[in-house]
């Protein structure tokens, strides 16, 4: 499977903005999706996940409320749509799948990535 995030940008303090995360191949229904995102000086960070259905999602708590993850198997992309950014917010976000039913919150349990974009919020 390979991944493209996009939709990435410049944007201030309670803005919307949706990260879209394209990939190729023909069993992206049968994983499970995420976000990451990483700071500059800092690790990087859990923060939603859908599984390959799209029933079940799961959030960080520091996007709780103001981020919501969906899923198009039928344009095999997955969306981050985030609202009421804050400049906290700012970092590269990635995507990532793993195969398997279940949601898990650890980068390491993700196989594949994508390239990640750029979400930058100024105050």
């Known amino acids: 499977v390979q991944l493209q995030a996009s939709g990435g940008g410049l944007t201030q303090a309670g803005d919307s903005l949706r990260l879209s995360c394209a990939a190729s191949g023909r069993t992206f229904s049968t994983y499970a999706m995420a976000w990451f995102r990483q700071a500059p000086g800092k690790e990087r960070e859990f923060v939603a996940s859908?599984?390959?259905?799209?029933?079940?999602?799961y959030f960080a708590d520091s996007v709780k409320g103001r981020f919501t993850i969906s899923r198009d198997n039928a344009k095999n992309t997955v969306y981050l749509h985030m609202n009421s950014l804050k400049p906290e917010d700012t970092a590269v976000y990635y995507c990532?799948?793993?195969?398997?039913?279940?949601?898990?919150?650890?980068?390491?349990?993700?196989?594949?990535w994508g390239q990640g974009t750029l979400v930058t919020v100024s105050s």
């Open positions: 990532a799948a793993r195969s398997g039913s279940a949601i898990t919150t650890s980068p390491t349990d993700y196989l594949y």
């Open positions: 859908i599984t390959w259905s799209g029933a079940r999602t």
